[in-house]
């Protein structure tokens, strides 16, 4: 007897055994080049009259700097003099602190009692205090490079002359 889910027609060949066509294996394609850059442009999303009537929107330090390049007689800055100076009595005003501190310092490793008697004072290379040599050896030279840089620079700087009013009123305008 049959099953009575068996079917009465004949079963058709089952598809894993009939043979595929051959597929053509081409060759890769070679990756396509990127897109050429867009064409420049002089300004990138306005026109020239629109530049023309806003200079100092569109155009700005850019094109001054290039304009002040070629005559140092244009060349006009601030000196920023009360700020230079200001900052280089702040530097001062730190190291006068360190110098009172180390001052503080010497006269405490100098006293008499049983605490310092071996202390030589005398001497950078038997100093065994290690607040006082880095002191004297790291953050005192620090501060001292950096007022003196300032001091340096601002004075070259203040050696300079006087930008010319006739200069000074081009580059106004």
């Known amino acids: ?4 889910t068996a079917s009465l ?3 058709a060949p089952s598809m894993s055994t009939v043979p595929s066509p051959p ?16 064409a420049p442009r002089a300004y990138p999303d306005y026109d020239q009259r629109t530049a023309d009537e806003s200079l100092w929107k569109y155009v700005g330090y850019r094109v001054f700097a290039k304009w002040l390049v070629p005559d140092q007689s244009f ?3 601030r000196r920023f003099g009360a700020l230079n100076v200001r900052v280089i009595l ?3 005003d730190e190291i ?5 501190k180390l001052n503080a310092l010497d006269r405490y490793y100098s006293r008499k009692d049983d605490f310092s008697n071996d202390t030589h004072n005398g001497s950078f290379r038997y100093d065994p205090f ?3 040599r880095n002191l004297v050896e790291n953050i005192l030279p620090e501060k001292l490079a950096r007022y003196n840089t300032a001091i340096n620079t601002y004075s070259q700087l203040v050696e300079r002359p006087q930008a010319d ?9």
């Open 90 to 92: 702040a530097l001062q």
């Open 130 to 132: 290690e607040d006082r």
């Open 165 to 173: 009013r006739v200069n000074i009123n081009t580059v106004k305008t």
């Open 75 to 77: 060349f006009i800055v």
């Open 96 to 100: 006068v602190e360190l110098e009172d």
């Open 23 to 38: 597929i053509a294996l081409s060759p890769p394609k070679p990756p396509s080049p990127p897109p050429p850059p867009p």
């Open 9 to 11: 027609t004949p079963s």
């Open 1 to 4: 007897m049959r099953s009575p």
